[in-house]
């Protein structure tokens, strides 16, 4: 069984920056692509960031020049580096190990404010 802990979030002001971790336990990190998803209270979840086995990146084009993603397969861990946040970057962050389109693994989430 994998289980995915985020961590790293919490309360900043505009323009701050904030790094999210995401461990996985298990030995198949390494094979599937890691995602960074938010969910802002009243809407849909929404992908932020992805990064495949091959190191290819996308991003939401809100977070484009601000975010990025990356991977460090030897500590089964995923980061997402959020600089020169906005207050319309608030949400419930949480992070996704896709082995197959079938087999997803989710974390629990961890929550972003951005506030003065």
């Known amino acids: 069984q994998v289980q995915l802990v985020e961590s790293g979030g919490g309360l900043v002001q505009p323009g701050g920056s904030l790094r999210l971790s995401c461990a996985a336990s298990?030995?198949?990190?390494?094979?599937?692509?890691m995602a960074w998803y938010r969910q802002a209270p009243g809407k849909e979840r929404e992908l932020v960031a992805a990064?495949?086995?091959?190191?290819?990146?996308n991003y939401a084009d809100s977070v484009k020049g601000r975010f990025t993603i990356s991977r460090d397969n030897a500590k089964s861990t995923v980061y997402l580096q959020m600089n020169s946040l906005k207050p319309e970057d608030t949400a419930v962050y949480y992070c996704?190990?896709?082995?197959?389109?079938?087999?997803?693994?989710w974390g629990q989430g961890t929550q972003v404010t951005v506030s003065s």
């Open positions: 996704k190990l896709s082995i197959t389109t079938e087999t997803n693994y």
């Open positions: 298990g030995s198949i990190f390494s094979l599937g692509t």
């Open positions: 990064i495949t086995t091959r190191d290819s990146r």
